[in-house]
């Protein structure tokens, strides 16, 4: 029993000397002559791996966050005192994670310094200010010292500048995560080795885009020579990777080889802008540098699943190669070649083009011996660009056929096919499209297994001026003509005509079978003026049209004086016939930039001579009526494109309502929106009269349903004389 008590006592005293060697342990790594010990500590280490002089402000420690800090850290090269010195920060942090107390073995969380300076000096010789380390193994060339190896969670370097002597500062900030890295020191070089990972990496400096990267480098560092063994950057699915090495420190040189994927994501990461919308670019070659004057740099390009959209244009599947060539001078990429598709309503069309170079000095681009191949035609000719703005393009087209080249953006072929051939020259600014200015002259000749087709267009485009002239161009298709004179945005005279539209519709887009008015039996004719600025042009001149139909409706005849502009359209002395009746009268449409909404106001005259009531309702397509004879009419229409009202005086001669015949009907009919009213209406057959009103409401924009409200009353007469009531009760 008392050998118990005695081996409690002697645990207990044993637990108050751990607790008491504790607290002072405690109170020791809390107390400043810890922390300068601490600091003391570090500055030896640090010269002692380097070889340079350190100086440390202070240190301190955070136990509750396991966070250490140097203030003023400076890192003294071989430079002399007079220069500032190869490394310095305001302030290195360090963050901590404890793996095992028992083995010592410490994570580091994150190292955060502010405001790093690093000033390199290069120096005859091929020397630097950077030092070698104190850790040479005496006797042992081949030895080697293992000066660093950090794994480190985040790294953030702020308001940095690197500086090299007599060649200005750069300033720059790194943020990064996942770092890992070794340095080693080779006696025998004696060179420096290490090696850099991060994942991700984010550089920002003058020129680098804030693209994070992963980063990958192993490297040697020895006296006038610095070898990149391998360095990989890549962004998802872009990829860089660099070897190659610079010697003569004092007066640098360098070669290097390169092998580069860049998708068209990345591309508009790093250059801020969308030039694709998809795509790939590859790149293997080799280069040189000594000085600014003598860079070189060749490489084999590739690129291919490009593809380009735009509002009227687009690429697709599109490849290019070539040899890209580059110096301190110039950017030259010859030798290219370039395949893919235009889209077209039809598919897509195949595209080829060559160049024989591309060359870019400064900011000015020139491209010599453009050969593109497109809907069986080629342009031939070159283009250039002066300081990114002044444009010029000159070249020849030569075999395009009008067939294919409608079919890039219309469905409905072209029932004729020609050659267009001539030449073309533009000039111009990328900032200002004023300044634009452009000439065509062409020449169309008939294709092969082709009706006849000719035609000359001369002309000249000044954007300033808004002026377009054609000069007298003219165009005579299988069926068609069409003469030009003058200058649109000041006056052009148009004569043309056609028996046939389907000779033009496909060119403006449109398809034969589809578009309401088709000439049976005769020519449409028009005859005009374009007066007016470019962009807000007024049509007027005279129509004829004979022998057409519109939406199925056979017509004789319609002639009309037209004027168009962007706000309003009108036809008047507007005079159509067929069957021996002829309509005639006035019509004005209010538009809005070319278009006429429902709120278009409405307005016109028209006066109707001896129009059979079936042709009306045909026209009308309200079915068949139980309305018979010949319509005389005078109406005056008003109200909107939505809502169109008319108010009109009629009358009716030799028909029937239903078997009973009538001399004459006649009235006032007034559409009101939803309802149609007839007022003051009287039929008259023989001695016998009819007076009556009436309102016959129906669904809007539909006219052959509906429900009819109507009053009668009539002279006196014979029944026997109705034909109605004779065939319901006969004798």
Request: aromatic content about 6%; charged content about 20%; overall charge neutral.
């Amino acid at each position: 029993m008392k050998r118990f008590r005695w081996v409690l006592r002697l645990l207990g005293g044993a637990v108050a000397l751990l607790a008491v060697a504790a607290g002072c342990g405690l109170v020791v790594l809390r107390s400043a002559w810890f922390r300068e010990q601490v600091r003391a500590r570090i500055v030896n280490t640090v010269e002692t791996a380097t070889g340079g002089r350190a100086e440390a402000g202070s240190f301190d420690f955070d136990w509750s966050r396991l966070r250490a800090r140097i203030r003023n850290f400076t890192l003294h090269g071989t430079e002399p005192a007079d220069r500032p010195p190869l490394f310095h920060a305001a302030s290195v942090s360090v963050g901590l994670r404890l793996v095992s107390l028992w083995n010592r073995d410490v994570d580091i969380r994150y190292l955060e310094v502010a405001e790093p300076r690093m000033y390199l000096m290069l120096l005859s010789g091929g020397r630097t200010n950077i030092p070698e380390p104190k850790v040479k193994s005496p006797g042992k060339k081949d030895a080697i010292e293992t000066v660093l190896a950090l794994a480190i969670g985040r790294i953030d370097l702020t308001r940095g500048e690197i500086r090299i002597e007599n060649r200005g500062a750069t300033p720059f900030e790194i943020h990064g995560a996942n770092l890992t890295s070794t340095l080693q020191f080779e006696a025998g070089g004696p060179r420096y080795r290490g090696t850099l990972a991060i994942h991700p990496l984010l550089v920002q400096a003058p020129g680098i885009a804030d693209t994070p990267v992963a980063l990958d480098v192993a490297v040697a560092m020895e006296r006038d020579r610095i070898t990149v063994e391998s360095a990989r950057l890549a962004a998802g699915d872009t990829e860089v990777r660099i070897s190659g090495s610079l010697i003569h420190l004092a007066a640098p040189e360098a070669s290097f080889r390169y092998q580069a994927r860049i998708t068209n994501q990345a591309a508009q990461r790093i250059l801020r802008t969308r030039l694709l919308v998809s795509g790939t670019v590859e790149l293997i070659g080799q280069g040189s540098w000594s000085d600014a004057a003598s860079f070189r740099s060749e490489a084999d390009l590739k690129a291919y699943g490009l593809e380009y959209r735009d509002s009227t244009v687009r690429l697709r599947n599109v490849e290019v190669a070539g040899r890209l060539r580059a110096s301190a001078r110039e950017v030259e990429l010859s030798g290219v070649r370039l395949s893919g598709g235009l889209a077209t309503p039809s598919g897509l069309a195949p595209l080829q083009a060559a160049v024989g170079s591309a060359t870019v000095r400064g900011s000015d681009l020139e491209l010599r011996g453009i050969d593109l191949s497109l809907a069986g035609g080629e342009f031939q000719g070159g283009a250039g660009l002066r300081a990114l703005d002044r444009f010029t393009v000159a070249g020849t087209l030569a075999g395009f056929g009008a067939r294919r080249v409608v079919a890039l953006y219309s469905k409905a072929p072209l029932p004729w096919d020609g050659v267009v051939s001539g030449k073309l020259e533009g000039e111009g600014s990328l900032r200002r499209s004023e300044d634009l200015r452009a000439s065509a002259e062409l020449a169309i000749a008939p294709a092969p297994a082709s009706a006849p087709v000719h035609g000359t267009i001369a002309a000249r485009y000044d954007a300033l001026g808004g002026v377009l002239d054609l000069g007298h161009s003219t165009i005579a298709l299988p069926a068609s003509r069409a003469e030009f004179s003058g200058a649109l945005g000041r006056e052009l005279r148009v004569h043309a005509e056609t028996r046939d539209l389907a000779d033009i519709l496909p060119a403006l887009g449109e398809s034969p079978a589809d578009f309401p008015v088709k000439l049976t039996s005769g020519a449409a004719r028009f005859d005009g003026v374009v007066r007016g600025k470019l962009s807000s042009p007024r049509f007027s001149g005279h129509v004829t049209v004979g022998g057409f139909s519109w939406q199925g409706q056979a017509f004789d005849s319609l002639t009309a004086d037209v004027a168009a502009s962007a706000d309003n359209v009108s036809a008047r002395q507007v005079v159509l016939a067929r069957d021996g009746w002829r309509a005639q009268g006035r019509v004005a449409v209010a538009l809005s930039d070319w278009k006429a909404p429902g709120c278009s106001a409405v307005s016109g005259d028209l006066a109707l001579h001896s129009m059979p009531l079936s042709d009306a309702a045909r026209l009308l397509a309200v079915g068949q009526l139980p309305l018979s004879g010949s319509l005389d009419a005078t109406a005056q229409l008003t109200g909107t494109a939505g809502d169109p009202r008319f108010d009109a005086d009629i009358a009716l001669a030799g028909g029937r309502l239903r078997d009973e015949p009538f001399d004459r009907l006649t009235g006032r009919v007034v559409s009101t929106g939803g309802a149609i009213e007839f007022e003051d209406g009287q039929i008259t057959a023989g001695a016998k009269q009819v007076k009556l009103t009436g309102t016959y409401r129906h669904p809007a924009g539909a006219w052959d349903t509906g429900t009819l409200q109507f009053e009668a009353a009539t002279n006196a007469m014979p029944v026997e004389q109705i034909q109605t009531v004779a065939a319901l009760w006969p004798g």
